[in-house]
């Protein structure tokens, strides 16, 4: 580092450290993340957003409050990067799940990496349009 006020000049050696990271938020710098799935809760449907910073074999499960799982809602190789997936709210056997909390697992070639909490509301229509849930 030189600095220089105009009556001198000042040198300092190996004063500036430069320390590289993958965990940053810098746009074109990917790593492992799930991001939270929004909307939270939801009752329709929800977007859960994925990136990873690497290619590799990429597995998203929904676990119940129970710790079953619901459904594999993504199972795939993909390229790094950001990518985005769509739950209904519906089982592997495409029923439409309970009201609850759920879990959302991120695993990158068999590793868990992250995991996120999303919150099934299901709304019922009762009599003169309240709505139930």
């Not at 590289?20 to 790593?31: R, V």
């Not at 909390?101 to 309240?130: C, D, F, H, P």
Request: aromatic share 8%; with cysteine.
């Amino acid at each position: 580092l030189t600095i220089n006020n105009g009556e001198g000049t000042l040198l300092k050696q190996n004063y500036i450290q430069v320390v590289t990271s993958n965990d940053t938020d810098s746009p074109g710098i990917y790593k492992n993340k799930l991001f939270p799935p929004k909307p939270n809760p939801f009752s329709d449907r929800a977007i859960i957003k994925m990136q990873n910073k690497d290619s590799g074999k990429v597995v998203i499960d929904i676990y119940n409050i129970k710790g079953q799982k619901v459904k594999t809602l993504f199972d795939a190789n993909t390229d790094k990067g950001e990518h985005e997936l769509t739950w209904e709210g519906k089982d592997a056997l495409g029923k439409r799940v309970g009201s609850g909390v759920y879990t959302i697992i991120m695993k990158i070639n068999s590793r868990i990496i992250e995991t996120q909490k999303i919150t099934v509301l299901k709304w019922e229509k009762g009599a003169k349009g309240t709505l139930y849930c």
